[in-house]
């Protein structure tokens, strides 16, 4: 972390520490003055309800946990000063900022309350929960801002330690999680919101990329249009059952994850494009990306199990290329390269494999530009060996790919010669008259 630091110049830290005081200065009286807001309009109210579970009046009160608690507030200001350029102090407080609007708005439009009265205390702990009554009342719970400020916090130190510091930052930040209940600040069900937000601030303002949001257009294709409608009336109703459920029970509040997954698979059909995934050319998802739509990758994994059920994992179409869904981990064994045209699913990493990844959503045209690059890096990756094209089902994207190198190669003299050739190794594919013209257009 050190050395990070001080390969910034001189001229590029003062920027950043006055990046970071200006942000400060805005940051900390708006979360006092919204916070203290939420918290009073609570308290106007005499029907407060609460999402607790039976067994939570197990949970241990411990009165030292009030200091890993409270650390938080010190690591909030100083992450903003640990940073190498003034762009990144400028992307961290939009994650702070983006989880204090949506979580003040929430306790705003639904507040909750804390119901276990704690113990007196004494001694520092004594005094620092006097200090947190002062302007902390027993409201303000799910999503928990405090964990979604640790997810935002842990994620910005993790990748500037190393080593011993590191794993010190792990488990202090464990210890901040777990305070969230043993100070009896929280209860269970306010964490996975809290995580499920903090996680989201980081998917609007990812590290290294613009944010998969910017440049939004809403699409003119109608097939897209249609599935948008699909996946966001699918979020819709898990909502509205969230919403449902948790008159009786907290744990309804669960069933907002899959519904922003779907939310999140909606806008990228809607117009902002494969990029909501957050997958990069080497297969990699982003920690954001691979947890907030784990619910909508678990459906994918059940289509692809059920679509090819009845199906080799790939076929081989010619010369050491082979064609089929996403592999599972011990099909790569005999693999050099994968050519992956998914955007919804991770690459997999495998002693001496390569993966190259062309993100594309399911179930819409490939652009022929994109269809050539994968053609192109198949042609590169199969002097090293044997290659797999895949796609979720390799029905389609991928099959796409295979076509316009079949082409390219001199293996097929046209597009449906192509596919049929495809078709006669044991492959299906599913692909309309517009996606032949594409490969055509392709392999020019």
């Known amino acids: 972390m050190g050395e990070s630091i001080a390969s910034v110049p001189s001229s590029g ?30 308290s106007l109210r005499t029907d407060v309800p609460n999402l607790a579970f039976g067994w939570e009046g197990r949970i241990p009160f411990i009165a030292w946990t009030i200091v890993p608690y409270w650390s938080i507030n010190a690591f909030y200001a100083l992450s903003l000063f640990v940073n190498d350029s ?3 102090v400028g992307r961290l407080a939009r994650r702070y900022l983006t989880a204090q609007l949506i979580a003040v708005a929430c306790f705003v439009a639904f507040p909750l309350q ?5 113990p007196q205390t004494h001694g520092l702990p004594g005094f620092m929960f006097d200090v947190l009554g002062g302007f902390d ?5 799910a999503p928990s801002l405090h964990i979604a400020l640790l997810v935002i916090i842990w994620d910005h130190w993790r990748t500037r330690l190393a080593g011993g510091w590191r794993a010190a930052w792990h488990v202090w930040c464990l210890l901040i999680g777990i305070s969230v209940l043993t100070t009896w600040q929280h209860h ?16 609007l303002f990812p590290a290294g990329q613009s944010s998969p949001l910017a440049g939004f257009r809403l699409t003119k294709d109608v097939k897209a249009r249609r599935l948008a409608i ?23 509040l669960l069933l907002l994850w899959p519904a922003l997954a ?11 494009g494969e990029r909501v995934f957050q997958k990069g050319a080497d297969g990699a998802i982003s920690l954001a990306g691979r947890w907030l739509f784990l619910p909508y990758r678990l459906g994918v994994r059940l289509n692809i199990r059920w679509w090819t059920r009845h199906l080799a994992p790939a076929a081989e179409i010619a010369d050491g290329v082979l064609l089929g869904r996403m592999p599972a981990r011990g099909e790569l064994a005999t693999r ?17 494999l390569t993966w190259h990844a062309f993100p594309s959503l399911d179930l819409l045209p490939v652009p022929a530009v994109r269809i050539r690059e994968a053609a192109l890096a198949v042609e590169t990756a199969r002097r090293h060996g044997p290659v797999l094209i895949c796609c979720a089902l390799g029905f389609q994207r991928s099959a796409m790919v295979a076509a316009c190198w079949l082409l390219r190669s001199g293996h097929a003299g046209s597009a449906a010669a192509a596919v049929a050739q495809i078709e006669a190794s044991g492959r299906p594919v599913h692909l309309d008259v517009g996606a032949y013209a594409a490969i055509e257009e392709a392999a020019r």
């Open 230 to 252: 699909c996946y966001g009336s699918g979020a819709a109703i898990l909502l509205a059952l969230a919403v449902s459920a948790t008159r009786g029970s907290g744990t309804g």
């Open 86 to 88: 003034p762009e990144e």
């Open 13 to 42: 830290r003062r920027a950043v520490f006055r990046a970071a005081a200006l942000w400060l200065a805005v940051l900390a009286p708006f979360f006092y003055l919204t916070y203290g807001t939420a918290n009073w309009l609570a």
């Open 114 to 118: 804390a119901i276990f009265q704690r």
């Open 137 to 141: 009342k027993p409201f303000n719970q």
């Open 188 to 203: 269970v069900i306010d964490i996975p919101t809290g995580a499920l937000l903090g996680l989201l601030a980081l998917w």
């Open 336 to 352: 050099a390269a994968v050519v992956d045209m998914t955007a919804e699913l991770p690459g997999l990493k495998a002693p001496g």
């Open 262 to 272: 779907l939310a999140l698979v909606a806008a990228g059909y809607a117009g902002a």
